[in-house]
């Protein structure tokens, strides 16, 4: 199998494992998750395709929904609460 495949395997395991850590705790570890998606999909671009990246990326707004919105809204200057 190809790295990429294992890397990808490897980032759907640690963004579960993150997942089921208490909030404070997740704050770390799914900023850096949250920042090597974009990676990860662009490699997938690069090596399978489009579709396959519009897939990868599709699964990562659906993982990540929360925290993306949580940043849009602090782009457009809204007020925003965060978790205790």
Do not use: D, H
């Amino acid at each position: 199998m190809s790295m990429l495949l294992w890397l990808c395997i490897g980032w759907v395991f640690a963004s579960a494992l993150v997942a089921m850590l208490p909030m404070r705790w997740q704050y770390l570890p799914g900023v850096l998750l949250l920042l090597a998606a974009p990676v990860l999909i662009g490699s997938i671009a690069m090596t399978i395709g489009f579709w396959a990246a519009l897939a990868a990326l599709l699964a990562f707004g659906s993982m990540f929904r929360n925290p993306l919105r949580y940043f849009w809204k602090r782009l457009k200057g809204q007020m925003v609460e965060r978790p205790q």
